[in-house]
């Protein structure tokens, strides 16, 4: 006993400063593109970099449950939509307050989570998929017929929202720079949780539930609070979305989009947090540029990779561990 | 230390009668073997103590509480764990984390969302006596999927005791350990004997009866011998049911 000392490092395991390494880099290349954008008198990067932003924070808090908690949500794409009318509801009652409209969609994306994550969590595997991904449809739906914020055509938001009185969202930089800083933020927040007691469960029961069980811990629960706190920093980021597109609509949570949110956390690499921001990058640039192939190129793809989580979990990460896109860990 | 009582146990998987009618008494401290034939039905009787499965009928007792109805959760918080036969473990994890995870469990909440649980000391040095106690502590920092065979088996037993059990059920703790790598294992077990009442499941002949205060023989799903292990050696039926099987037991 005497040769360990209390704090323990893991020799074999450079976990959390890869991790944090991968995430810093990120963040400086972020800071350092509006400049950019402008010197090369590209502006419009700014915007499309605050659309990354938003969909790095959604994959970010998706990784939370998918990685750690290996539960594949195929719904996450409502709490965009929650996020996003959050805004548009608020707004229409002269609540222009982004921490009153972030605390609005925590609140609604806590309620929804709570009731579908408790039903859903009573299955396993390809039946979580289907049964989030009805759920997140059923919120599709509501919403479509939400005559009042524009039915599926959605609704155009008046002004941009203000934090505390000040305007900071108005420029496009303003706003670009407070989405990394929320970026930054629910980053902390992930990784805390991630090395926390609390994670250190949920990552057991990923890593084989019996055994879980065996030593006393109920994993239900566990999974339920996981779920709840992922979907409601999905809707952060529908808030940040509401923002950049000053539009709402329920194309923000269709499936396509939570199957989108999927690719960019399996692209980027499950279980690392820093690698799901990655893969929003990576996918929404791919996006951009290759506009006409996408629809059906994109849903294939998809599936494959659903399919791919579900049966290899391993073959995936390990596939991109050995292209080097993934740190070593798990 | 508490006792436990099997009472009338029934489970069947289908037309199979794994466990037919199994009573068992076992004293507060005593080691308690069961060997018997593979397929006796002998892991399946630890998963119903544990609570793994669930028995179609009969009960089973901690002391004066019946648990028949419990989760395996809510077993362990009453102080029953038990090992597995088949390694199970958690293999992106270290040894110590394995392990102080079990001590978590076991001890303060697992609600806490920000502490940096691996600097967290009450819960590693927790987790590094259970180690050492299963004589694993000096791979504490190696992932438990880069463990060996007999590590593993150690493993097993050092997560087992970290959950501060007053009841042990061991699956046979000594599965595909080696001579000298068993002989270690037995003398370990033999330091945790009296401080636990304990269940243990073993194939080997020499460990069962250098360690058993008393035995009984499953075979075919019922208890066909209960007793020192001298009784049970000379016992004729257990001769009967083993002849040709193994013989070095007799
Ligand atoms: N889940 C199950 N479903 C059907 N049969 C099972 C199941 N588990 C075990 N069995 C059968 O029950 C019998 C007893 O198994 P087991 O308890 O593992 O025996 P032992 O541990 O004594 O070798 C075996 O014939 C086995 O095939
Ligand atoms: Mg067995």
Known sequence: MTY?????????????????????????????????????????????????????????????????????????????GFGAYAVAILQSYGVNDLILQILFAVAISAIFAVVTGAISLRTRGVYFIMITLAFGQMAFFFFISFSAYGGDDGVALAQRSTVLGMDLLGTDYGLYYVSLALLIALFALCH??????????????RENPTRIEAIGFSPFRYQLIAFVISGCITAIAGVVLANQAQFVSPAFMSWHKSGELIVMVVLGGVGNLAGPIAGAVAALLLEEWLDALSEHWKLYFGIFLVLMVLFSPHGITGLLKKMGIVRGQQ | MTSLTVTNLCKSFGALKVTDDVSLSVEPGELHAIIGPNGAGKTTLISQLSGQLHCDSGSVAIGDR????????????????????????????????????????????????????????????????????AGLDRRAHVLARSLSHGEHRRLELAIALATQPKILLLDEPLAGVGGGDAEGFVANLQKLKGRFTIVLIEHDMDAVF????????????????????????????????????????V
Do not use: C, W
């Open chain 2, 66 to 133: 019946d648990i028949s109805r419990l989760t395996m959760p809510e077993r362990v918080k009453l102080g029953l764990a038990r090992s597995f036969q088949i390694t199970s473990v958690l293999p992106g994890f270290t040894a110590l984390e394995n392990v102080a995870l079990a001590v978590q469990a076991r001890e303060g909440s697992s609600f806490r969302f920000f502490g940096k649980v691996a600097d967290e000391a009450r819960l590693n040095e927790a987790a590094m006596t259970a180690l050492s106690e």
């Open chain 1, 192 to 205: 805390r949780i991630v090395g926390s007691r609390f994670g250190r469960v949920l990552t057991g029961i």
């Open chain 1, 4 to 80: 360990m000392t209390a704090s323990a490092t893991h020799p074999d395991r450079p976990v959390l400063s890869g991790r944090v390494k991968a995430a810093l880099v990120l963040f400086i290349l972020f800071a350092l593109m509006p400049p950019l954008a402008s010197a090369l008198n590209d502006p419009f990067y700014v915007l499309i970099g605050t659309r990354i932003l938003a969909y790095a924070i959604a994959a970010m808090a998706l990784d939370l449950i998918l990685g750690y908690g290996a539960m594949v949500s195929f719904g996450h794409a409502a709490y965009l």
């Open chain 2, 210 to 249: 250098a360690l058993a205060d008393r035995v009984s023989v499953l075979v075919y799903g019922s208890i066909i011998a209960t007793g020192t292990p001298e009784a049970v050696r000379n016992d004729p039926e257990v001769r009967a049911a083993y002849l040709g099987e193994e013989e070095e037991l």
